[in-house]
């Protein structure tokens, strides 16, 4: 399986399947089949990982 990036309207990345994620920090998330949010709004407090705010940030994107 491959991984699956889909574009969330007004929301977050969703990926999907096998995935190597590095933060900033170099903090390092890998997973063969699991599906994880990536924040595009940019104000979520556990970046990468979308925790939501962006509904209450009003973030707007197709």
């Not at 991984?3 to 990926?15: F, H, S």
């Not at 096998?18 to 994880?36: F, G, K, L, Q, Y």
Request: with cysteine.
């Amino acid at each position: 399986m491959t991984c699956q990036i889909r574009c969330q309207k007004n929301g977050p990345y969703e990926l999907r399947g096998p995935v190597r994620i590095e933060d900033a920090s170099e903090n390092v998330t890998e997973t063969e089949s699991m599906t994880h949010h990536l924040c595009r709004c940019g104000a979520s407090q556990i970046k990468p990982f979308c925790d939501g705010t962006h509904e209450t940030a009003g973030f707007r994107s197709e």
